[in-house]
């Protein structure tokens, strides 16, 4: 629990002097865990102010890009299911310029790394990612509980901190 609170610890001092945000969240909807971003954004509908754009970017980010871009955020929070070795339902925070040390590889159509490239070049938004550990990624519907009980935590604390 003490990881939890440092990535809440960081996301907090992240999104301080947030004006406008956006809150991606990424995942394959019949992958299980992987749908966690989805479904945090989808909980945080209509518990957010008009300062807060929700988008279901589900496995291709790149088809939203212009969307936030009009939007004009000055925080971009992608959300997504990460294998990083963590317990299932931890959760990290990372600022883009740290995915630098990841491959230009990913299971989406557009690498999340030259996603988040692509915002902070274009935009000067700030972009980091809420990654959470999958239990399970097999072909199928529904989190585990243990996902489940992290997108909950999830969703409270952005409620909380969110412009």
Same mark, same amino acid.
């Given at each position: 629990m003490a990881e939890t609170s440092s990535a809440e610890k960081k996301l907090k001092g992240w999104l301080s002097g947030a004006?406008?945000?956006?809150?991606?969240? $990424?995942?394959?909807? #019949?992958r299980m865990d992987d749908f966690v971003g989805v479904k945090v954004v989808r909980d945080l509908c209509g518990k957010v102010s008009e300062n807060v754009l929700l988008v279901e970017?589900?496995?291709?980010?790149e088809s939203f890009l212009q969307r936030i871009v009009d939007f004009q955020p000055s925080h971009v929070l992608i959300v997504d299911a990460a294998v990083m070795g963590l317990e299932p339902g931890e959760y990290r925070f990372v600022q883009s310029e740290h995915l630098r $040390?990841?491959?230009a #590889?990913?299971?989406h159509m557009l690498p999340l790394r030259v996603f988040?490239?692509?915002?902070?070049?274009?935009m000067g938004a700030k972009v980091g990612l809420l990654l959470v550990e999958p239990k399970n990624?097999?072909?199928g519907e529904g989190l585990s509980e243990e996902v489940e009980a992290a997108s909950r935590r999830i969703v409270n604390f952005l409620v909380e901190v969110l412009p």
């Open positions: 004006e406008r945000v956006v809150v991606a969240g $990424v995942g394959n909807p #019949i970017c589900e496995t291709v980010p $040390v990841f491959p #590889i990913s299971t988040c490239d692509y915002l902070a070049g274009v990624v097999d072909f």
